[in-house]
């Protein structure tokens, strides 16, 4: 997948910011989410999945270990649902304080040909971004994400510095991105929303990555052991390019297999779809979906 | 300060449950389970049988026996003269449940089945 997104960007992110501090916190979240992260590395990232009982996903989320605390970063659908999850869920005995962080600490994801230049400018220097390695540079951190399609820079900060640091990125030539931009490069990128996973089955759409299979049990596990021994994927999450416009909703191939379309948008005439296929539409690598032809690749979360 | 010592994060989140008066049903053969399992230690240890969160349906089931634990917000239920404790925040969900007590090489032990569960796992210790 290629990369063509262009310029230096930013879009502030609407999220579901939690966090959790005690002994336990770390145990909390592990028996809740499919990915094991009860021995992962202070200052680390880990994207994370919530699964019901039947193994379909109910939230994604992205959680960092800071000086022994827990941030949670959910989406903002669901984050109410996901927190009741884990505060319903704390046993008498553990030490687990949940604290909604919504107002304090702000989502900004940078898209830049060289993010060293933007840690720079803000004062930093000597510092090599490594992928999800939890980066705390003064008050504010920074987290490099990888995708199929490219790169984020993600920085978390205080909301009271939000002015602050918008006019650092001005003055470095960032430009805002709008909703629809931003929807445009995440397509670009390959990064699903909740809005293109919820419900499926992780495997259908590529993350496998997210389901370790050394962890035990939690909500969905007897669903993805099965999965992972016996099962056979029947529909997969793909990412469509093409250059018509098309709107989210559920369509017929042109030999009138179904394809359920999540996210798109289009920008000088480029469009991309987040389309939900059966696997042996996907075979040929190219589809016609309302009278155009697309390209199809499975997305792979990495 | 760094980025969790600033403003604008709320108190910590307390979880709104339902509380009920809980009765539990033992088995003959869980309350000699149990007898064995406290050992003479009746006057200063309870057993205490809680859910979490965990398992492949969603909550899972624990039994301790411990010393008696200075939190307030437990119910006691005198089995065969043994103390058992159900917190407040699980007694929605522990209320009515039978215990029994199951000698067998595999996968024996105590077993729960739990009247309010709408569904449970193969290995029997989760519930939803």
Known sequence: MSNNTSGEEYYVRSQSVTLLQGSDSTNVIDRVVSTRIIDSPDSHAKDVLFCDYNGRITDIGSIYKIQEKILLLSSEEMGDKTRKTLIDGKSWDEQCDLIIADEAIGRVSLISADFQSIITRMGFEGIDLERNRVMEFGDMIAVKSEFPGGSILDILLPRNQMSDFISILEDAEYSEMSEDRWNFVRLEVCIPSLVDIRGNLPNECGMINLISDNKGCYPGQEIHARLESRGRTVKRLCLLTGEAAIGPGKYRLSNGSPAHITSCESSDGISYAIVILRVDDIESGSVNLDGANWKVEELTYL | ?128
């Not at chain 2, 007898?35 to 349906?57: F, K, R, Y």
């Not at chain 2, 917190?87 to 032990?109: A, P, R, W, Y």
């Open chain 2, 1 to 128: 300060m760094g980025i969790l010592g600033g403003e604008g994060f709320s108190l910590p989140v307390v979880s709104e449950t339902e509380v009920v008066d809980v009765k539990l049903n033992f088995t003959e053969k869980a309350i000699r389970a149990l007898e064995q399992n406290m050992n003479g230690d009746e006057d200063t240890h309870v057993l205490v049988i809680s859910a979490q969160s965990g398992g492949c349906s969603g909550y899972l089931y624990d039994m301790k026996i411990i010393e008696r634990p200075e939190d307030e917000g437990f119910q006691q239920i005198s089995i065969g003269g043994i103390n058992v404790l159900v917190h407040n925040k699980d007694s929605s969900m522990l209320n009515g449940i039978q215990i029994d007590f199951k000698e067998t090489l595999m996968g024996g032990g105590f077993q729960i089945e739990n009247p309010n569960a709408d569904r449970a796992c193969g290995c029997g210790q989760s519930f939803g």
